[in-house]
């Protein structure tokens, strides 16, 4: 009996798959009359096969089903994406996603989805792509299941309809010892199955594990050496702007002022001149300095992050903006990477402040304990939206969230319009 049971759940399972095949083509070729679209899709004609489908949408007129019109305009909006005109192609599943959702109709809304997700990889927009892809396997699973619900009300119809005929064999000694030996053969396969189906299961999940995990090492990889990239561009950038470009700047300010004591002015307005172009050069020189100081501040390589970030803020000049710091437990030196990636984030955060806050007060506090280190900047200034993603990464915010991710850390940003700015940093150890 247990045997038949199985026998019948197999072959069922094969007609349904056959009979769903079978009404998905169906139902395709039925929705637009003729296939001349079809044959321009497969030859790359994307061009003609639009004209023909639009020539449809216009000839339907109220023959046709809200679910065919979607289905036409869907299929414009894939050949538009194949054309790579990515805006007609998204203005034309947007009418068709629209329609589908009104009227309910999941083969087509499936369908849409699965072309949306090839829109959005063509424009580069990656995790909609994704999205889409998730809504067209979520709606594609839930058509299947209530297919199979259908199919397994049937076979146990069947199945009940068998049983009843099996329960009067069954009153024969002989075959109720085969249905015994038949029903612990049915046992063995079915575990033998089953445990085959766990093993291929536990093997995949262990291979995407693995291929997660390497995925990870090689991101952190390549983030570490562009950050050591940078790292030793800026240090060859600053000795170079300090040791050349600052040494000729030194030396031209010498030579003026040497130069200075062996000319004659014939007026004052000449002397003024002349000391206008001296301070342009001590100007020029301190500027050097001061850009070479911050590509690789002495601070950092000589005493570390806290001392590194006490010298950068006591160069802002405090009548404009007020900071105050407050520092703990950084009393022994930390990894250079970290002490680096650290340093730039909060140089980071305290130019975003005087550049774009209008901030008048700034509290900076950087902690270490045994957990890892805490970092704050908070200002009273006018805040912004962080629900406005494009406003969001153009202030450098995608380049703090990068940086600090490589550290395996995390960052929150809290602000709204007039109620100031929030950036809440924390790096674990190990």
């Not at 929705?31 to 023909?52: D, H, L, P």
Request: proline letters at 1%.
């Amino acid at each position: 009996m247990k045997l038949s049971r199985f026998l019948l759940f197999i072959s069922a399972s094969a007609l349904f798959c056959q009979l769903t095949f079978a009404q998905n083509e169906a139902a395709k070729g039925n929705r637009i009359n003729g296939n001349s679209w079809r044959i321009y899709m497969q030859q790359g004609k994307y061009q003609e096969a639009i004209t023909v489908l639009k020539k449809e949408l216009v000839s339907t007129g109220e023959s046709k089903s809200s679910s065919d019109i979607a289905f036409i305009q869907q299929n414009i909006g894939y050949a538009y994406t194949r054309l790579k005109e990515l805006g007609k192609a998204k203005n034309w599943f947007d009418k068709a996603e629209k329609i589908a959702l009104q009227n309910n109709d999941k083969y087509v809304l499936a369908e849409i989805y699965n072309y949306q997700a090839s829109y959005d990889s063509a424009v580069g927009n990656f995790e909609q792509a994704f999205e889409h892809k998730s809504k067209f396997l979520v709606i594609s699973d839930r058509l299947l299941n209530e297919k199979l619900r259908s199919q397994l009300t049937e076979l146990q119809s069947k199945y009940d309809t068998q049983k009843k005929e099996h329960l009067i064999l069954e009153q024969q000694y002989q075959l109720t010892k085969k249905n015994y030996l038949l029903g612990g053969i049915t046992a063995l396969l079915v575990l033998g199955t089953l445990l085959v189906f766990s093993n291929k299961k536990r093997n995949k999940l262990k291979q995407e594990k693995r291929f997660h995990l390497e995925i990870i090492r090689q991101q952190d990889m390549a983030t570490k050496a562009i950050i050591e990239a940078e790292k030793k561009e800026r240090k060859r950038i600053a000795s170079d702007l300090h040791d050349g470009v600052g040494q000729m700047m030194s030396a031209a300010k010498m030579n003026l002022s040497g130069f200075e004591s062996r000319m004659v002015f014939s007026n004052d307005d000449e002397r003024y001149a002349f000391e206008k172009i001296m301070s342009l050069v001590d100007e020029s020189c301190r500027e050097v300095r001061s850009v070479s100081h911050n590509m690789m501040p002495n601070a950092l390589l000589k005493s570390g992050l806290s001392s590194a970030v006490k010298e950068f803020v006591d160069k802002i000049d405090h009548q404009v903006l007020t900071v105050n710091l407050y520092t703990e437990g950084l009393n022994e030196r930390l990894d250079s990477n970290l002490e680096t990636v650290l340093y730039r984030v909060i140089q980071e955060c305290v130019n975003n402040v005087i550049r774009h806050s209008g901030a008048n007060v700034l509290d900076v506090s950087l902690i270490k304990d045994k957990d890892g280190i805490a970092a704050t900047i908070e200002d009273n200034g006018k805040g912004f939206d962080t629900q406005m993603k494009d406003q969001f990464d153009g202030i450098g915010l995608k380049n703090i969230k990068t940086r600090i991710e490589y550290l395996k850390g995390s960052v929150d940003f809290d602000s709204s319009p007039g109620k100031g700015t929030l950036v809440a940093i924390h790096v674990p150890f190990g």
